[in-house]
């Protein structure tokens, strides 16, 4: 899978025949990063996405934006996200159908030269078993007195046996590669199946989310964290400021108190 996502013309493909293609010939973008992400949901800056045509554009997205991931024996997960869910919904599913189409013809490929080859090989091998007979009913012909005895009839007998033997293989391994034909042409024949289908999110996903999620929750948190200081400092604070504070405290008259100056400018 990694490999084909390097590839442009695979990558082309699933662009078409999704809607990526489409989303991105509108004019729509999908942020590269956070800052990105983040200009992009505020309104702050408008992420233009790489230069280039279509196409270019579609391969630099699914080439750096698909996440396969191995999870367990022969099990991968492949993740794609997008602004739009329908989108990224849709190119999972056609990143899957094309995966299978590229399987399935290379398989079928595989499978079709053998169906050629074990075919030219049953063509060949009946011209030898037609010439050997043909060799072998001559020389009785020459020989009519020729017996089991005959040495050059002997050997001319056993050379038909094994081409008629060579030849009688040939059909079975043809036969088998035909059969193999037939079962790669259909769509289990690509080896591998969608234990989950993509479904589209029931609610945001992604890391944006996350990081605003966060954001607001240390925005609340540190909001209670410095309301709680300044009540626990001003309950701990046992400074006297007023002269009825000193008799209540201390049991004392004030001897004298300074008043509050306020300095006038000008």
């Known amino acids: ?19 990526l293609a489409g989303y991105l010939a509108s004019g729509s973008t999908i942020p590269s990063n956070v800052v990105d992400a983040l200009g992009a949901r505020f309104g702050l800056a408008r992420f233009t996405g790489p ?3 279509v196409d270019e554009r579609v391969y630099d997205v699914l080439s750096q934006k698909i996440e396969v991931t191995t999870i367990g024996p022969q099990v ?13 919904q849709g190119t999972l599913q ?23 080859f074990f075919n030219q090989q049953v063509k060949t091998q009946a011209a030898e078993v037609s010439a050997d007979n043909d060799k072998v009913a001559a020389y009785v012909k020459a020989h009519p007195k020729a017996g089991a005895s005959d040495a050059d009839l002997v050997s001319l007998q056993h050379t038909a046996e094994l081409a ?5 293989q040939s059909l079975l391994e043809l036969d088998q590669a035909k059969s193999d034909l037939a079962a790669e042409t259909s769509a289990a024949g690509a080896g591998f199946r ?16 996350l990081l605003l999620r966060a954001l607001a929750a240390g925005i609340l948190a540190g909001l209670f964290i410095s309301g709680f200081t300044v009540l ?15 008799r209540g405290a201390l049991g004392l008259r004030t001897v004298g108190s300074i008043p509050r100056v306020r300095q006038r400018w000008g």
């Not at 969608?194 to 989310?209: E, S, W």
């Not at 626990?232 to 000193?246: H, I, K, N, Q, Y």
Request: with cysteine; glycine share 8%.
């Open 232 to 246: 626990a400092l001003t309950a701990a604070d046992s400074s006297l400021r007023r002269p009825e504070e000193v």
């Open 164 to 168: 008629s033997q060579q030849y009688d």
């Open 194 to 209: 969608a234990i989950d289908a993509p479904n589209l999110p029931d609610r945001p996903t992604g890391f944006l989310g």
């Open 51 to 53: 230069s280039g045509s």
């Open 94 to 116: 056609a990143l899957v159908a094309q995966f299978s189409d590229e399987i399935l013809g290379n398989l079928h490929g595989q499978a079709q030269a053998a169906v050629d």
């Open 1 to 19: 899978m990694r490999e084909l996502l390097n590839s442009r013309t695979f990558c082309t493909q699933v662009g078409h025949r999704g809607p």
């Open 76 to 88: 991968v997960a492949i993740r794609f996200a997008a602004p739009d869910p329908g989108v990224a």
